[in-house]
Every structure is written in structure tokens, then in C-alpha cells.
């Protein structure tokens, strides 16, 4: 078999990837966009309508860490054309089947299990067919292909909300998660060839693997800073929606615009992936990683008093905070890849998921948690109750600089090491 040295990925496999990621990601939004048309007609709290979000979290957070042990195992190739077509399978059930909160939680957190095995072999297998002088940008225009999913998915929720029925929207979505498993056939056929084992090579086995991760101090550094940055960006893309819908009033065709804005939101967030994948190339991946969280932790605490701003401006503010999220998405996978070794990467990426995704699995709900206690305590129409929701984004993510400078300080020292023989 082809060695990943000699075999060149052919011309298109990073456009086939990345379209392929596009269609698949239009699930993970699907729910946000329809959450505050599913309240009203489901007659859940807020609380109720966070936790569907949390359940996906929780199962894309289980998958995530399977296939990447998985991955490792079989290869990402084969994990990422198998787990395309079972996630494709588990969104069009959430799509057909969901009618209550009970059934939401249960199939959109089934739906959650499946995606991740699209999603972490991707980054494998972007890792094998790029070179470190321009992972980063690589990086950036996956991570940016999925926002532009997310934005998509949005725009078609915001379409089909106004004009007919939300729950057509999550067909649609659905249906294209299965256009994007199709498309991962081709994009697999240009990609550079699994490589054949060395002889004589030994092999690491998973708990070996594993508890090298734990002990690679660099690694664990990135992934603390990656489950601080998941906390506010998942907490972030699950109710912004919500947010906009609720500050536009009570008009029907308002609370469609206010999906649509967060549909935008997304859209301008493609360029912050793309932009800081690239950025972290030329100025090194911690100094992309600090500049952005300062600033979207500085949004996560000032959104809140917003509420009462006109919702154009409110939208635009919500664009800037998307970009300030989203801009290091990418560099915290490029980060990992730089400073993990290549067989055991998948176990990397497991346990930095496990870490991201379970923060990220809880913050949406605590979240619905700090909105109704705020609505409770101040009204429904305060401002305060908004402050309370996004300033609990923000606590959350607290820690995430001093996380990413401890990174740059033990990463900077394993490069400067005198190398041991």
C-alpha cells in the first residue's frame, strides 16, 4: 500500500471535505433555529428546551471520544464513510420522529451520538493530507465550512417557519446531511491512501495511548483551553436564536427575521474560521487563540445588556460575537496536531472532545437554568434575566487564558528542549 509520503491527495479533496462537512453540520442548528417555535407549541421552560440541546451535546461529546479511539484502530478512512451515513440515518429520525420534549431529548441526543464520527476523523484526515506550513488555514476552511452549515441550516428554518411549518425546516436540514454523506465517498477517493503498518513497528495500545494524552502536559494544556472555549460557544450557537426571536417581539414575521439574523451571525463566523486558521500560520497558534478569547469573553459579558438595542444592531453585535467565538475554533485542532504524535492523534482529539463537548453539553442547560431564574426573580421582559443567561457563558470560560498561555509556556519549552538520545 502507498505510503502518506510518497502519494499526493488529488486536486478537489479539501472542497469535496469541506461541502461534505457543510451539509452534514446543518443538523446541529436545525434545533436552535426551531427551539423557540418548539417552546410554544410544546409548552416547555426554558430549562426543558436547553436540555434537548445539552442531550446532543452529551451524545456528540460520546461519539466524539469512540471514534477517535476508533479511528486510530481502523483508520479514519473507514470510520469517516461508516459514521457519515449513520449520522445521516440518526438526523432524519430526530427530523420525522420528534413530537414532545421526552422524544426531542431522546433522538436529538441519538442524532448527537452519530455526528461525531463525521466530524473527528475529518480533522484526522486533514491533519494526513496537509502540511503543517498550512494546516492551519486547512483547518480554518473545515471549521469554516461548518459554520456555514450552521448558517444554512438557520436561513431554511427561517424560511419554512415564516412561510409554513418549522418542523419542514428540519427536514430540509436532515435531508442534506444526507447529500453530505453521499459527497464523503468522492472526497475519500482524492485524499491521500491509508498507510500500510511499518514493520516492525511496535503498536500502542489505547490505554497506553491514552494515558500518554493525560501526561502530555502541551496537549492537556489546549484541551482545558478547548473545553473553556466549548463552554461559551455551544451556550452561544444554542440560544442566540432564542435571544433575537424574543427581543424582536411578538410579530410573527420579527421573530422569523430574528432566526434569519442568527442565520447572518453564522455566515460572518465562516470568515473568522478561515481568517484565524490562516492567522495562526503567521503569528503562532496561541497568540490567535488569546486575542479571541479575551475578546468574545468580553462579548459574553456585556450581550446580555443589549437585549433592549434594535435588533439590527443587536444582530450585528451578535455577528461580532460569533467571530470572536469562532476565530480560534480551528487553531485549537491545528494546536493539538502540532504537538501530538500522529498515532495517537485520534486519541487526542478523543479526550479533548470528551473535555469541549461535556462543557459544552452543560452550559446550554445552566443557561435555561439562569434565564428562568432571572425571568422568575426580574420579570420576563427584563433586561436582567438576559444578563444573568449570558453572563453565565462568560463565568464559564474564565479560565480559558490562562489555559492557552500555559499551553504557549510548556509548548514553547518542549520545543526548546535539547533533544535525548
Known amino acids: 500500500m502507498p505510503d502518506d509520503t510518497t502519494t499526493q491527495p488529488l486536486r478537489g479533496w479539501l472542497a469535496l ?3 461534505s462537512r457543510l451539509l452534514q453540520a446543518m443538523i446541529v442548528t436545525a434545533y436552535s433555529g426551531v427551539l423557540p417555535f418548539m417552546m410554544a407549541d410544546w409548552h416547555m421552560t426554558a ?9 446532543w451535546h452529551v451524545g456528540y461529546m460520546s461519539s466524539l471520544f469512540a471514534v477517535g479511539l476508533l479511528a486510530d484502530r481502523y483508520g479514519p478512512h473507514r470510520i469517516f464513510f ?5 449520522s445521516s440515518a440518526a438526523a432524519l429520525a430526530f427530523a ?9 431529548l431522546l433522538l436529538y441526543g ?15 484526515l486533514l491533519a494526513r493530507n496537509t502540511e503543517p506550513a498550512v494546516r492551519g488555514r486547512a483547518m480554518g476552511l473545515f471549521i469554516g465550512a461548518s459554520s456555514l452549515g450552521y448558517a444554512l441550516s ?21 435531508g442534506c446531511t444526507v447529500v453530505g454523506a453521499l459527497l464523503t465517498v468522492q472526497a475519500l477517493k482524492r485524499m491521500r491512501p491509508p498507510s500500510a503498518p511499518v514493520p516492525g513497528a511496535p503498536r500502542e495500545g489505547t490505554w497506553r495511548a491514552l494515558s500518554a494524552t493525560v501526561r502530555d502536559k502541551p496537549a492537556m494544556a489546549g484541551n482545558w483551553a478547548y473545553a473553556f472555549h466549548c463552554w461559551e460557544l455551544m451556550a452561544l450557537w444554542a440560544w442566540l436564536p432564542a435571544y433575537l426571536v424574543a427581543s424582536s417581539g411578538e410579530a410573527t414575521s420579527w421573530q422569523g427575521a430574528g432566526v434569519a439574523l442568527a442565520a447572518l451571525a453564522h455566515l460572518v463566523s465562516v470568515f473568522g474560521s478561515v481568517a484565524g486558521g490562516a492567522a495562526s500560520d503567521r503569528l503562532g497558534r496561541a497568540r490567535v487563540m488569546m486575542i479571541a478569547t479575551l475578546a468574545s469573553l468580553c462579548m459574553s459579558f456585556a450581550f446580555g445588556w443589549m437585549w433592549t438595542w434594535p435588533l439590527w444592531l443587536l444582530a450585528a453585535m451578535a455577528a461580532v460575537y460569533n467571530l470572536c467565538a469562532i476565530a480560534d475554533s480551528s487553531v485549537y485542532s491545528t494546536a493539538l496536531a502540532d504537538v501530538v504524535a500522529p498515532h495517537r492523534l485520534g ?3 478523543s479526550v479533548r472532545s470528551v473535555m469541549g463537548f461535556g462543557a459544552g453539553a452543560l452550559s446550554p442547560w445552566v443557561f435555561g437554568l439562569a434565564l428562568d431564574w432571572g425571568q422568575t426573580r426580574f420579570g420576563i421582559g427584563s433586561t436582567h434575566g438576559w444578563v444573568a443567561a449570558w453572563s453565565s457563558v462568560g463565568l464559564g470560560a474564565l479560565l480559558g487564558p490562562w489555559m492557552i498561555a500555559r499551553f504557549s509556556r510548556l509548548h514553547r519549552a518542549r520545543a526548546t528542549a535539547p533533544v535525548t538520545h
Open 154 to 174: 438557520l436561513a431554511v428554518v427561517a424560511a419554512f417557519s415564516h412561510w409554513q411549518h418549522w418542523r419542514l425546516g428540519l427536514w430540509a436540514a436532515a
Open 347 to 349: 486519541v487526542a482529539f
Open 110 to 124: 441519538i442524532a448527537g451520538l452519530c455526528a461525531g464520527a463525521s466530524y473527528t476523523p475529518g480533522l484526522q
Open 82 to 86: 461508516a459514521g457519515s451515513a449513520v
Open 96 to 104: 420525522v420522529f420528534a413530537h414532545d420534549h421526552l422524544s426531542a
Open 17 to 19: 471535505l469541506c461541502a
Open 47 to 55: 430549562a426543558q428546551a436547553g436540555s434537548i440541546q445539552s442531550a
